[in-house]
């Protein structure tokens, strides 16, 4: 497989992605357990880079049980440890960044209070109704950001990527149905743009101080929301003009399907991932996800026109998945759902993992995979 390199210069070894994946396993001081670290550590071998699990940047942004968090000081020297020692095959290792604003969970953010642009209740059930975020939590909360990232770069990332998708705080804020605000923050494109461009500027600036090598800032977001008010697709160009002109490195689309179509009334006949590729225009690289679970599907995700393609549950099911992609051999396994019955999966993960498959197969949850 072909290396790739980025336009600030830094080489990965080659463009498979370990898609980042939340493992619920951390230990009480917020950093990886044991489990965790041997299961990062089987995944980095073959991959050219690996994103981790979302990382909290807040103490009010934990958005999943047994989070692990750069929200403090406290975890930097192991984190070194961390990134050193998924670095020896070679891999580029990139510290997701997340603030879970609405979707954050009462039981792990301590006396906090679950704050979001709005008090806008998330659609997903078993939530708390948010406390709309005064300005200054808001400029706080771009300041985490900025001190996450000098974390991420003391402890030898080669990266961040910021998790503006799936729902979460920088998703919210861009997004017409979660943002009600009605000062600098929200109301038109121009100002629901302004908290996730403040959040890029932060990190760059961050970067800046510190001038680590060839530092990579990412972004990931999801294209669309269902719902009348939800992100269209016409948003999500201005948003993605936006990251290109402030430089950013990569944009990531998370996608249940790297080829699916849109989910609302106006794209339900449109591919959004060829949509997306076809509008960037070779100005960024594209990283891909959904469903990529063979040899075939790998070569057809590149066909399709994305730079880096990311993987997310074949690794789980399969450590070494990507050894067979890269020595272009055929995989041997059936991809089930039963499969990460077999591997060494943190506990917390394969209990999540076996909640997700018994609630998809009763019906009640449809892509309850995506986090
Ligand atoms: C257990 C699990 C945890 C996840 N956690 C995250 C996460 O922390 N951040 C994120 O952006 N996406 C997360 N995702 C979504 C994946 O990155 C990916 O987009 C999704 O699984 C689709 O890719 P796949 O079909 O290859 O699994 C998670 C997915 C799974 C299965």
């Known amino acids: 497989m072909n290396s790739f390199t980025f336009s600030n210069g830094r080489t990965i070894k080659n463009t ?62 192991r984190f070194s440890e961390f990134t050193a020692n998924l670095k020896k095959e070679g891999a580029v290792i ?3 960044l997340i603030h879970a604003g609405k979707l954050a969970l009462p039981a792990e953010i301590g006396e906090n209070d679950v704050i979001a642009p709005s008090s806008v209740p998330a659609k997903r059930p078993g939530y708390a109704i948010p406390k709309e975020m005064t300005n200054e939590q808001a400029e706080r909360i771009v300041q985490d950001f900025y001190e996450a990232t000098k974390r991420a770069i003391k402890a030898g990332f080669d990266g961040v990527e910021l998790h503006g998708a799936n729902g979460y705080l920088i998703q919210q804020f861009f997004s017409p149905y979660s943002n009600r605000r009605k000062d600098q923050w929200g109301g038109t494109i121009q100002n629901r743009l302004q908290f996730p461009l403040a959040v890029v500027q932060a990190v760059q600036k961050a970067v800046a101080e510190l001038k680590p090598d060839h530092f990579i800032v990412g972004y990931r977001l999801s294209p669309e929301e269902t719902g009348q008010t939800g992100i269209a697709l016409a948003d999500t160009k201005l948003l993605i003009d936006a990251l290109i ?16 179509k849109g989910i609302r009334p106006e794209t339900k006949n449109v591919e959004i991932g060829r949509e997306l590729i076809d509008f960037i225009d070779r100005r960024v690289p594209v990283i891909g996800v959904g469903k990529i679970k063979s040899l075939k ?32 051999k055929p995989i041997t396994f059936k991809y089930s759902p039963f499969m990460f019955i077999k591997n060494d999966l943190p506990r917390g993960l394969f209990q999540f993992l076996k909640q997700v498959i018994q609630t998809e197969l009763t019906g009640k949850l449809k892509n309850a995979w995506r986090r």
């Open 16 to 77: 498979l992605v370990m898609a980042p994946m939340t493992t619920y396993s951390s230990n009480k001081d917020e950093f990886f357990s044991e489990q965790e670290l041997r299961y990062y550590e089987n995944r980095s071998k073959d991959v050219g880079m690996l994103i981790t699990a979302a990382l909290s940047v807040s103490v009010d942004g934990h958005g999943f049980f047994n989070h692990v968090s750069l929200d403090s000081d406290r975890n930097v020297a």
């Open 94 to 96: 990139v510290a997701q």
């Open 245 to 260: 002109q402030r430089n950013i490195d990569y944009i990531h689309f998370s996608l249940s399907q790297f080829n699916q």
């Open 297 to 328: 599907d790998v070569v057809a995700a590149h066909s399709y026109g994305y730079d880096l393609v990311a993987i997310g549950r074949a690794l789980l099911f399969r450590p070494r998945f990507g050894k067979a992609i890269v020595e272009n």
